[in-house]
């Protein structure tokens, strides 16, 4: 039996390599042959040859964004060989999930060769078996909108996230030297830090909009769906003379409308002369013409209503009711350590901060900070519920939390959730909500310590961090069984 899988998450650092581990080492354990692909950071790694693909008993999938050269798997999917799952699916049961796997190469007629598997593998009639979605190009263009969203929102948000850490981190550095209103850099080298951070903000948006368009619609949706976020990330001339932008609101709704207007272009027939023009040529000026012209005459003025009215109401928020929003975002934030819930967070931050409201950014560059920092502290303060495996975790956890990067805290969830998940969700709301009631603003999409320059009080934003880590640490610790109880 052999099987073949892509691993690729959101942000392609963390749940991508730990799938990947899990699945490779719970195929090991039962003799299966396994070989798996990691679409991550760093691009694709241990490739999947087209020989490896063909040679496979089923395709297994855990991912959480759309995948590149996915038209390998064509083959497999119109056999029904194949499985497709998130990445915390995979980390949280590996068991459960080759189950499932062996089922359907059972099911679909492959020779289950490997003794342990037979042993593990559930009972379960054929019939409940997972049913393999059909090749894209068979779907309709409307099949399963759910789970198209989310694969296409994640995979925006992972193509943009570097360019944001980009943007995030050098205007952080440059505003160091900002002057009394926190916003004036006078020093020329900062200055060229500056330009250098606001060329990565000014890409946000339509590298965000290109690439929701791209996984929905694959390559030719790519050029158009950049046309369209630069459009709606600029004012445009409505034709009732108001000069309206529409932000991250926008390059959402106008990329979703691009993959699907693309895919709709991919089900044209046409001779084979067009054909060869057709994704180079005709689908981007047509699409870029119809849905551009659709936005300025049609949606930029409706959209824009929506965008002014909640940049009022939140900007209009103070004390009780901004404490509120800060508890939500800090529960969110921390909820699934940088999956979607976590990006959900994030995006609705960036989009208010387009319009010029840095409070709800300040709050979740608090609350990033703390799950990793207070997994860090956790297992240095208590040795007697953590083990030198852990503490190894931890150093690495709390340098990951300083600089922002709230996935340090997945090593301790996966290993013990239930113990982990209460601390770090209240102690990110308690940051999170100090930060609200105090008003902190963080003008840079980046997060931890490193950009507590860019907000308008340094003191405070470093003391929430820390205040929130602290009582995430303690309820990890009053909540942590002690190692001798974890060996029962």
């Given at each position: 039996m052999k099987i073949v899988g892509v691993a690729a998450c959101t942000v392609g650092i963390a749940h991508t390599y730990m799938a990947q581990k899990a699945i490779q080492d719970e195929c090991a354990a039962r003799g299966i042959e396994c070989k798996v692909e990691a679409q991550g950071g760093l691009g694709i790694e241990n490739e999947l040859t087209q020989e490896d693909v063909d040679s496979a008993d089923l395709v297994l999938e855990s991912v959480d964004v759309g995948v590149e050269n996915e038209d390998r798997f064509e083959q497999k999917m119109a056999e029904g060989k194949f499985l497709k799952v998130g990445t915390s699916d995979v980390i949280a049961d590996p068991v459960k999930i080759i189950d499932q796997a062996v089922e359907i190469i059972k099911a679909t007629g492959g020779a289950v060769d490997a003794p342990k598997a037979e042993a593990k593998a559930e009972k379960k009639a054929v019939s409940a078996a997972p049913q393999a979605p059909t090749p894209a190009s068979k779907q309709s263009i409307f099949a399963d909108p759910g789970k198209t969203l989310l694969n296409a929102f994640n995979t925006g948000v992972s193509y943009f996230i570097p360019i944001v850490v980009i943007g995030g981190v050098f205007l952080a550095f440059s505003l160091a030297s900002a002057g009394a209103n926190g916003m004036e850099v006078t020093n020329p080298l900062m200055v060229s830090l500056n330009t250098i951070g606001?060329?990565?903000?000014?890409?946000?948006?339509?590298?965000?909009?290109?690439?929701?368009?791209?996984?929905?619609?694959?390559?030719?949706?790519?050029?158009?769906?950049?046309?369209?976020?630069?459009?709606?990330?600029?004012?445009?001339?409505?034709?009732?003379?108001?000069?309206?932008?529409?932000?991250?609101?926008?390059?959402?709704?106008?990329?979703?409308?691009?993959?699907?207007?693309?895919?709709?272009?991919?089900?044209?027939?046409?001779?084979?002369?067009?054909?060869?023009?057709?994704?180079?040529?005709?689908?981007?000026i047509l699409t870029s013409l119809v849905l551009g012209m659709a936005y300025i005459y049609i949606l930029a003025t409706p959209l824009g209503?929506?965008?002014?009215?909640?940049?009022?109401?939140?900007?209009?928020?103070?004390?009780?009711?901004?404490?509120?929003?800060?508890?939500?975002?800090?529960?969110?934030?921390?909820?699934?350590?940088?999956?979607?819930?976590?990006?959900?967070?994030?995006?609705?931050?960036?989009?208010?901060?387009?319009?010029?409201?840095?409070?709800?950014?300040?709050?979740?560059?608090?609350?990033?900070?703390?799950?990793?920092?207070?997994?860090?502290?956790?297992?240095?303060?208590?040795?007697?519920?953590?083990?030198?495996?852990?503490?190894?975790?931890?150093?690495?956890?709390?340098?990951?939390?300083?600089?922002?990067?709230?996935?340090?805290?997945?090593?301790?969830?996966?290993?013990?959730?239930?113990?982990?998940?209460?601390?770090?969700?209240?102690?990110?709301?308690v940051g999170a909500a100090l930060a609200a009631f105090q008003g902190i603003d963080c003008y840079v999409p980046h997060g931890g310590f490193i950009v507590a320059l860019a907000t308008n009080n340094v003191a405070l934003f470093c003391l929430d961090i820390v205040i929130g880590s602290v009582v995430a640490a303690a309820i990890l610790i009053a909540m942590k069984p002690t190692l001798d109880k974890q060996a029962k």
């Open positions: 606001m060329a990565g903000i000014s890409m946000m948006i339509p590298v965000l909009a290109a690439y929701i368009a791209y996984s929905m619609a694959g390559k030719p949706a790519l050029a158009p769906g950049f046309v369209l976020g630069y459009l709606v990330n600029n004012a445009v001339v409505t034709p009732s003379g108001n000069s309206v932008s529409t932000g991250f609101l926008g390059a959402m709704i106008m990329a979703v409308i691009c993959g699907y207007f693309v895919r709709w272009m991919k089900t044209w027939k046409v001779n084979n002369t067009i054909q060869t023009i057709m994704p180079i040529l005709i689908i981007p209503f929506v965008m002014d009215w909640l940049t009022g109401v939140l900007g209009s928020l103070q004390g009780g009711s901004a404490v509120v929003l800060g508890l939500v975002i800090g529960v969110m934030t921390a909820f699934d350590m940088g999956g979607p819930v976590n990006k959900t967070a994030s995006t609705f931050t960036m989009a208010i901060m387009a319009s010029g409201i840095y409070g709800p950014n300040g709050m979740f560059r608090v609350a990033v900070a703390i799950p990793p920092i207070a997994c860090g502290l956790a297992a240095l303060i208590a040795k007697n519920k953590f083990d030198d495996a852990d503490r190894q975790m931890g150093i690495s956890a709390l340098f990951m939390g300083c600089i922002g990067i709230t996935e340090g805290a997945i090593p301790f969830a996966v290993k013990d959730l239930g113990h982990t998940l209460p601390g770090i969700c209240i102690g990110s709301a």
